[in-house]
């Protein structure tokens, strides 16, 4: 049996949704990854492939990649255009992952026409439905053909992941994601899921239990993409990867034998100076923090109960250390206010030196906690949540549009100041 993983998107980073099980049936299929984003095909250059690779099953993504199954497009507009196409110009079996399938699978799969979803992780009921010939439907996760009573996939154990197969992407050249240093970098995975909850956060039917992936596992794929690939940056897609345990003790520690650099993403309440020196010399380049605002009452409706001055100290020590910072800030909030904006552009500007800011409008997404909050139960919300959040988005604050991108145009002048500042010092 042939199967074949094309991605849609514009970010180009090794998509580990696809790598994961396409290297779990390379024992029993013939498998192949094409890479449509980092190639920018056209949907007619991906037909052809698929003409000419004749797959029998073809599975497609509904988010851009990996990194945006966390924060992906309300809309499936790409994928669902792909899946017709190929549909009508093939014979293949199609099976979609990804958010939108596992929070909206009956939408998603009449508005795609797919054969079958994987509803959660894919990766290891992907590889058991393909390896049964797509009859075992009692997998978990699998939805499609009259079965939508099986829950959703989630891989409780880390360890039943492969250590990745990267000859499967080989021809393919990844940049360094936030490392300008470096013109290529690879993704790596470390652990899945989060201890805290955030009203916000897209993780509450998936993703949302903490694992960690054994270190042995981690540190021998790094090691192939060094030695075989010669990749030297890698960035770690973890959504709190400073949670510290022994386990990631361990890793740090075998990181720093590797020499290698790396980024990440973590929570500034957890985090303090000791750590931030361990991870120093182990390579860590750049830490992005999610701070969302700097005003507490903004940060306590978010339910993520982070110490203002706190968060101020570790930004700084961060910085002084020696790791680049980036943070991120969100408007549209619930509760926001012009006073609790001017509080956090005002701790922007004070941390100017210290710290890149990206912001952007927030999104409550289905399932999530915002969504219920901001949009009830409505009856008119209907079957595609999505749609009607793409719809009413604008409702969400009470803060006036033109002062939330007021706010943002400002933060971003600090960012090129800074820059400019750095430049011609």
């Known amino acids: ?33 094409y890479d449509a984003n980092i190639l920018d095909s056209s949907y007619e250059q991906i037909l052809e492939f698929v003409e000419r690779y004749s797959p029998d099953v073809t599975i497609l993504t509904t988010a851009p990649n990996y990194l945006f199954w966390r924060c992906c497009p309300l809309g499936i507009s790409t994928p669902k255009e792909l899946s017709l196409l190929i549909k009508k110009e093939s014979d293949t079996k199609l099976i979609l992952i990804g958010p939108h399938p596992t929070v909206s699978p009956e939408w998603v799969i009449n508005e795609c026409q797919a054969d079958f979803l994987i509803r959660g ?10 390896k049964s010939n797509l009859e075992d439907t009692n997998i978990k996760g699998v ?66 239990k903490y694992r960690a992936r054994p270190v042995y596992k981690v540190i021998e794929e790094i090691k192939l993409l060094k030695e075989k690939y010669g990749y030297q940056y890698f960035y770690f897609i973890d959504e709190l990867f400073n949670y510290d345990t022994p386990q990631f003790r361990l890793l740090l520690k075998e990181l720093k034998e590797l020499n290698i650099q790396f980024g990440c ?10 750590l931030l020196k361990e991870m120093k010399n182990a390579g860590c380049l750049i830490i992005e923090y999610g701070i969302e605002s700097f005003a507490k009452e903004i940060l306590y409706g978010l339910h993520k109960n982070i110490n203002v001055k706190k968060s101020k100290y570790i930004i700084e020590k961060t ?23 001017e509080t956090t552009r005002r701790m922007v500007w ?17 399932t999530t906690q915002l969504f219920k909050q901001v949009y009830g139960s409505k009856t008119e919300i209907g079957k595609s949540e999505w749609n009607y959040c793409s719809k009413n988005i604008g409702k969400l604050s009470h803060t006036h549009k033109f002062v939330i991108m007021l706010y943002r145009y400002i933060i971003h002048v600090q960012n090129r100041a800074k820059l400019l500042y750095k430049k011609y010092k």
Do not use: W
């Open 1 to 33: 049996m042939k199967d074949i993983f094309p991605g849609p998107g514009k970010i180009s980073i090794q998509s580990l949704d696809f790598i994961y099980p396409a290297t779990l049936l390379t024992e029993t299929h013939d498998v192949e990854i």
């Open 319 to 341: 910085s002084e250390i020696g790791i680049t910072t980036r943070g991120f800030i969100l408007y549209g909030l619930p509760d926001e206010n012009i006073k609790s904006l």
């Open 143 to 208: 939805y499609g053909n009259g079965v939508t009573t099986n829950g959703i996939a989630v891989v409780d154990n880390l360890e039943d992941l492969p250590v990745c197969d990267y000859s499967l992407i080989k021809q393919y050249k990844y940049h360094a994601y936030l490392a300008k240093n470096y013109k290529t970098g690879a993704i790596i995975e470390f652990s899945r899921g989060c201890k805290f909850n955030c009203i916000f956060c897209f993780n509450q039917l998936f993703r949302n």
């Open 350 to 366: 004070a941390l100017n030196s210290k710290i890149f800011i990206g912001s952007n409008i927030v999104i409550p997404y289905p």
């Open 265 to 274: 993403q973590c929570r500034p309440d957890i985090m303090n100076e000791d």
């Open 121 to 130: 992780e894919p990766e290891i009921s992907l590889y058991e439905f393909i």
